[in-house]
């Protein structure tokens, strides 16, 4: 299962010696990167996996989208003991980036906001995007192909969220309570600018919400940018991005120099400090997470990084011209979403990625005026994992759906 980024042969030895070029120290397998190269074993599909052994009830649904990835989404259509036909609204939860829908489901059905949301009566769907393990199928290219892995979180609001919340909308004839993480919340803004996405959406919930990058302040994606990982991954032909490849390890490894950036805890240097993190369930994470994707998708969160914008992919001067009609390409609009869209948002004072400064500059830019939940001493990844995050986030997320979509049928 563990696949490298479809490299020409040479590679390896390659970015070894780009990667000495740049003064970093290749140190050979550091525990982390050994930790990822294990892969889950299990079979089966998230449902089998993760949900029904705990006794919810879970269907697995595919849906194909336009540039042709097959796409799996879990139904999860009440909680443990509801009757069926007690169906509250469609809630689709949709994960960030090297994640996949086994996040909302990966602590305990006590704290993991997937169980939660089907206990208190809501109708859970949840998205898995195009190159995570749920989601690896496509009508004629294989994962192995340089085509499969041509896309970046645009495509993923344009192509993959449409087709998702297309399917869930029409199955259930309700406009749609959707949840993001991070790149779920990148993909979800961007979605939301689209009028043909916006039209299914009942209301938004937004944990650790990102438009804009230019205040990370990781030293692990700091350092990659610094040394043009992006470009280097281009240049070399590698397509895919797993961290769990050979390739993959190395780049950790090269990267964690413990001079600029300290690896002894990885997840801190990639997302900051996480404040309620469950460390003795790290080995049962690593069964699921993280899942691969593509280069091109970090180059494109890279130009955000790098230039400060909410814009589609830059494909340099020629590129746009010739696919936007300009030079520059064309930026996402958060003052085009509907001022009539409720918006929630939860964010975090540690949080290295979504930045407090770049969430407030998206709350400015937004039409509406969100409601907000901010947690000083929470991170990037508490808002999915923390041991306490029911208390904390969902509790109040779970009070703004229900004011804003209970009686959405159209
Ligand atoms: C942390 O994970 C371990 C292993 O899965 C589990 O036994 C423990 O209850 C978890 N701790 C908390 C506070 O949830």
């Excluded at 041509?150 to 406009?175: F, I, P, R």
């Excluded at 049962?284 to 998708?297: A, G, M, R």
Aim: proline fraction near 4%; charge should be negative; aromatic fraction near 10%.
């Amino acid at each position: 299962m563990a696949m490298a980024g479809h490299a020409p042969g040479g590679a390896l030895p390659l970015i070894l010696l780009v990667v000495s070029c740049c003064g970093l120290v290749v140190s050979g397998a550091s525990p982390a990167a050994a930790a990822l190269r294990r892969v889950g074993s299990g079979s089966g599909g998230l449902c089998d996996q993760l949900l029904l052994p705990l006794g919810y009830p879970c269907t697995e649904h595919n849906v194909e989208t336009k540039d042709g990835f097959l796409l799996s989404l879990q139904h999860i259509p009440h909680g443990k003991n509801k009757a069926a036909d007690s169906t509250g609204p469609p809630v689709f939860l949709q994960h960030g980036l090297f994640q996949g829908g086994d996040t909302w489901f990966i602590n305990s059905a006590e704290q993991s906001l997937g169980y939660i949301l089907a206990d208190n009566g809501f109708d859970v769907w949840i998205g898995n995007v195009r190159g995570t393990r749920w989601s690896k199928g496509h009508s004629t290219f294989s994962v192995h192909d340089k085509l499969f892995w041509d896309w970046s979180w645009q495509e993923l609001a344009e192509y993959d969220l449409l087709a998702m919340l297309g399917y869930v909308y029409t199955v259930t004839q309700s406009k749609i309570l959707y949840v993001g993480h991070s790149q779920g919340t990148i993909m979800g803004l961007a979605a939301l600018t689209m009028p043909e996405i916006v039209k299914m959406i009942s209301s938004s919930a937004l944990l650790c919400p990102i438009s804009y990058l230019d205040h990370v302040s990781a030293s692990f994606v700091l350092r990659a940018v610094a040394m043009h990982l992006d470009q280097m991954l281009v240049t070399m032909g590698i397509h895919q991005l797993n961290f769990r490849s050979d390739m993959g390890v190395q780049i950790i490894d090269s990267l964690c120099d413990g001079e600029h950036v300290d690896c002894n805890n990885l997840l801190s240097a990639i997302t900051g400090e996480n404040c309620c993190f469950n460390t003795s369930r790290i080995d049962y994470y690593l069964e699921y997470e993280p899942h691969p994707s593509s280069t091109k998708n970090l180059h494109h969160l890279f130009q955000m990084i790098r230039k400060g914008t909410f814009a589609k992919y830059d494909y340099g001067l020629l590129g746009n011209l010739r696919r936007y009609g300009h030079l520059r390409p064309p930026a996402f609009d958060l003052s085009s979403i509907p001022e009539s869209l409720p918006i929630w948002m939860g964010y975090g004072g540690l949080d290295a990625l979504a930045d407090v400064t770049d969430v407030q500059r998206t709350i400015r830019e937004l039409g509406s005026t969100p409601e907000l939940l901010y947690i000083g001493d929470y991170g990037h990844i508490d808002f999915v994992m923390s041991v306490k995050a029911k208390d904390d986030v969902y509790v109040d997320l779970i009070r703004f759906l229900r004011e804003n979509g209970w009686h959405n049928s159209y």
